[in-house]
């Protein structure tokens, strides 16, 4: 049955999207950017003959698997063969990592390696005037090899985030940048009315912002609306390593999103980072969790590790929970 709002939900290669209902396997193909006339779509476990693409319309629930083929030769491993896509940008990695509190660049850096992570949060701060020849992060991470993602940490207005981030694409030219707008220091918590301002600017002036928000759908729906390239709400408060703390939320924010949706904050070791995957969010964001860690190194490979295992679990797709026991062995036949 189609939602109020006239879409279905449905479920794509293992990705679950809503559709506007009344939409045909050849009108869906040609919305994901593929020929029909070059595809085999399997519905609900039954290949839908191509010349009746056209005709057969997506349903609520429908369980879809669309292939084409490809270059043969070499056989990837799933977790490196399922890319994401955001604004554009391809990335194999679905673990961001950040650049603050550890011990120096160096050990910043080799946790970075370890992580297996493409993408790194920056804060844009003020150049020490005092001493230019201090070290710098780009030293140790470089920013031709790594996609530096600035970020507007600190700031609790929007004008204060817009203002950060045209210096930063002034300093680096980057237009994929982290935008989130505070509303108190001891919370961290997102103030959603300052941050929807904000994205309406930066979008407004060709910015690509991946937006820190609550974890709320209809929050989350708004700032896509307003532009949002990613939405990023947050597991819990930054830097407090409680975990995921409302799965539902999170998981009707992925359900209602169209862009890609990673949990940003909270997360405290590798099990809460499998739970993000395995909730189908398309990556998950940390930086105090591995900083912190008494082993920054051996965290940031657990984390990656976790990430990885929480995807495969998601594509793999969970068993159905029961309220009761269920044996693993056959009763019949029993001595």
Not at 23 to 42: F, H, N, R
Request: net charge negative; with cysteine; proline share 4%.
């Amino acid at each position: 049955m189609p939602h109020t709002d006239g879409t279905v939900s449905i479920t794509v290669n293992g990705e679950h999207k809503r559709v506007a209902a009344g939409l045909t396997l050849a009108q869906l193909a040609t919305e994901m950017g593929l020929v029909a006339e070059k595809v085999a779509v399997e519905r609900n476990l039954e290949v839908v003959p191509r010349s009746t693409l056209a005709q057969v319309t997506v349903e609520d629930g429908d369980d879809l698997e669309i292939v084409h083929f490809v270059g043969g030769g070499d056989h990837l491993s799933a977790v490196d063969a399922d890319s994401w896509t955001v604004a554009g940008r391809t990335f194999r990695s679905r673990l961001i990592v950040g650049t603050g509190k550890y011990k120096d660049f160096a050990q910043n850096a080799a946790a970075l390696e370890a992580s297996g992570a493409e993408i790194v949060t920056v804060a844009v701060r003020r150049v020490n005037v005092s001493d230019p020849n201090q070290p710098m992060l780009t030293d140790f991470i470089n920013p031709k090899r790594f996609t530096y993602l600035p970020n507007t940490a600190g700031c609790f207005d929007a004008e204060s985030a817009v203002r950060t981030l045209r210096l930063a694409r002034e300093a680096g030219g980057w237009n994929l940048v982290k935008l989130e707008v505070l509303g108190e220091a001891r919370t961290l918590y997102p103030n959603m009315r300052e941050t929807l301002r904000a994205t309406e600017t930066l979008v407004a002036e060709g910015f690509e912002p991946m937006v820190y928000c609550v974890d709320d759908p209809i929050a989350a729906r708004q700032l896509e609306e307003a532009g949002a390239v990613a939405i990023m709400p947050l597991g819990a408060p930054i830097g407090s390593g409680l975990g995921i703390q409302n799965l539902v939320t999170i998981r009707l924010i992925v359900e209602g999103a169209g862009v890609p949706v990673l949990v940003d904050a909270g997360v405290g070791t590798a099990s809460d980072a499998a739970v993000a995957m395995e909730l189908g969010c398309d990556g998950v964001l940390m930086n105090t969790a591995i900083a912190e860690a008494k082993d920054p190194v051996m965290m940031a490979s657990a984390m990656r590790a976790g990430v990885e295992a929480g995807r495969l679990a998601y594509r793999a797709g969970r068993m159905g929970r029961r309220r009761y026991a269920d044996p693993s062995s056959p009763l019949a036949g029993l001595i």
